[in-house]
């Protein structure tokens, strides 16, 4: 089985989306250090559960990829807080019993957690997919605007099922 690495801000969830716009209805200029403040602070409980959505049915894409038996899945997430990590971990949890949620510190990069040699990392952010590919990792792209930007681009987590198959033969 093949490691799969899935990020869940903007790739499960459309949380970034929403934070953005919840952080200019605040009257407040989205950079590094508001976004920081706002997603350190806010209720993740209340966020994740009643202002945010899945993602092109992620929810159901995960439970596809799971089915296929081809993945050893695990959903691999920046956080900037403890309480971030708990409610995302309890979300996930309301629809997948075992599955392995790792948080990592947002100053840490996603290549220093876990084995990324040979396994795919699933993510909206560039940034991340170039370290992972530079340690040996292979890096898919979401966007649902489907701009791989140099990366193989999916708009549903399912399509990695495809991407598989394309490479295998």
């Not at 716009?21 to 920081?36: S, W, Y």
């Not at 993945?71 to 629809?95: C, G, M, P, W």
Request: charged share 25%; net charge negative.
């Amino acid at each position: 089985m093949i490691n799969l690495y899935i990020d869940f801000d903007g790739v499960i969830m459309n949380s970034i989306e929403v934070g953005y716009e919840e952080i200019k209805k605040l009257g407040l200029e989205v950079n590094e250090e508001t976004c920081k403040n706002y997603f350190t602070n806010i209720d993740w409980h209340e966020f994740l559960n009643k202002k945010c959505e899945p993602i092109n049915n992620s929810i159901e894409c995960i439970q596809s990829i799971i089915d296929s038996n081809l993945f050893n899945v695990n959903i691999l997430s920046h956080v900037v807080s403890l309480d971030e990590a708990v409610e995302k971990i309890k979300y996930i949890r309301k629809y997948f019993k075992d599955i392995t949620f790792i948080p990592v510190p947002k100053k840490i990069s996603k290549t220093k957690m876990v084995h990324t040699v040979g396994s795919i990392l699933i993510d909206d952010y560039s940034g991340n997919l170039r370290e992972w590919e530079n340690a040996g990792g292979i890096g898919v792209r979401f966007s649902e605007k489907l701009n791989g930007k140099g990366f193989y681009v999916i708009n549903r987590l399912d399509q990695v099922i495809e991407y598989i198959n394309l490479t295998k033969s």
